[in-house]
């Protein structure tokens, strides 16, 4: 499988996750091999689905960390979860921006029919 079907910025991730790899001493090249076939697959996957290698995975070295360390990188994002920080986790990437959730768990929507759409007198 050749890096030609990935959008630019999947190859982009594919490269830097690469070099993080190749330079690990905590995986082989057997290891590195596989790690990275699955990638492309999941980034060939998700690219018909409109998401992105950060979506997906979080940045390639949030990604490389989680690879290295799974349970020391869950205790990071619960820490900055905690302190108020977006943390990237692609389990629970959320479909609608921020700002437009928020809009919406505020109400603004009714605040906003509320005060315009009322008949005039």
């Not at 982009?12 to 905590?26: A, G």
């Not at 995975?57 to 290295?68: K, M, R, V």
Request: proline share 4%; glycine share 4%; no cysteine.
């Amino acid at each position: 499988m050749t890096n030609s079907e990935l959008s630019k910025r999947n190859q982009e991730f594919i490269f830097h996750l690469t070099k993080l790899l190749n330079n690990s001493k905590s995986f082989n090249d057997e290891k590195t091999n596989s790690t990275l076939i699955t990638v492309r697959e999941k980034l060939l996957a998700g690219q018909k689905t409109g998401k992105t290698a950060r979506q997906l995975f979080g940045t390639p070295s949030e990604f490389y960390q989680d690879l290295i360390d799974p349970k020391g990188a869950a205790n990071r994002r619960r820490k900055l979860a905690q302190q108020g920080h977006k943390v990237n986790n692609p389990a629970s990437t959320a479909d609608r921006p921020r700002i437009i959730q928020q809009l919406l768990d505020y109400g603004f929507t009714t605040v906003y029919i509320d005060k315009y759409n009322r008949p005039t007198q």
